[in-house]
């Protein structure tokens, strides 16, 4: 009934960009936190960006380069990726919550995925 979904991963090489999209079906966004996670093989799932209203939030591997933004029109939430870099290369995963922000365990719903992999 209320799913995630996120696309705009693929291949770029080191120091370019790609902006990934997560819209949700049958919801709102409203007071939510929205978040970003991603998990390379073999490595813990890592917090990378949330966003609550107008205040947003990033984990140390995103900030001065990632940038977090909502449509709450369209529900749709974004991340812009410039200067990526390989140790970025994971699957970056969209997330829903409400009881906090840098923990996996404050999102209860999840998106499927998108892969992003950048070549060196």
């Known amino acids: 009934h209320v799913q995630l979904a996120e696309s705009g991963g693929g291949l770029v090489q080191a120091g370019g960009s790609l902006r990934l999209s997560c819209t949700a079906s049958?919801?709102?966004?409203?007071?939510?936190?929205m978040g970003w996670f991603r998990q390379a093989p073999g490595k813990e799932r890592e917090f990378v960006a949330a966003?609550?209203?107008?205040?947003?939030y990033y984990g140390e591997s995103a900030k001065g380069r990632f940038t977090i933004s909502r449509d709450n029109v369209k529900n749709t939430v974004y991340l812009q990726m410039n200067s990526l870099k390989p140790e970025d290369a994971a699957i970056y995963y969209c997330?829903?919550?409400?009881?906090?922000?840098?923990?996996?365990?404050?999102?209860?719903?999840w998106g499927q995925g998108t892969q992003v992999t950048v070549s060196s």
């Open positions: 997330a829903a919550g409400r009881g906090g922000v840098w923990s996996r365990n404050d999102y209860d719903l």
């Open positions: 049958g919801s709102t966004f409203s007071s939510d936190f």
């Open positions: 966003i609550r209203n107008e205040n947003r």
